[in-house]
Nanobody
Framework: QVQLVESGGGLVQPGGSLRLSCAASGFTVDYYAIGWFREVPGKEREGVSCISMVDGSTYYGDSVKGRFTISRDSAKNTVYLQMDNLKPEDTAVYYC??????????????????WGQGTQVTVSS
């Protein structure tokens, strides 16, 4: 019954911005956090950011601090990732995921239980 749908990806030039959305539906139990991860073929999935659905606290990976901002609209069960000053190394498939315990704050993929299908972000000239 759990469904996560990412949207907002696309092609952008270096220095540009994108806003990703993650719409969650079908939850039968409360979840602790929603996180954003990204993956490049041949590389391990990397934690980008997460937000607690309990108290709204946020966490960011070192590579995106100061450039990305995560936010939520609790009424819509939607989480956003505002990405500014994008760099070519940000190119990846971006996934949102939900975690059901406080361990999700560690921004490690094994702490997350359900995943969306991903949205492609390409940063290139």
């Amino acid at each position: 019954q759990v469904q996560l749908v990412e949207s907002g990806g696309g092609l952008v030039q270096p220095g540009g911005s994108l806003r990703l959305s993650c719409a969650a539906s079908g939850f039968t139990v409360d979840y602790y956090a929603i996180g954003w991860f990204r993956e490049v073929p041949g590389k391990e999935r990397e934690g980008v950011s997460c937000i607690s659905m309990v108290d709204g606290s946020t966490y960011y990976g070192d590579s995106v601090k100061g450039r990305f901002t995560i936010s939520r609209d609790s009424a819509k069960n939607t989480v956003y990732l505002q990405m500014d000053n994008l760099k070519p190394e940000d190119t990846a498939v971006y996934y949102c995921a939900i975690g059901y315990s406080a361990a999700a704050r560690l921004l490690i993929h094994v702490a997350y239980d359900y995943w969306g299908q991903g949205t492609q972000v390409t940063v290139s000239s």
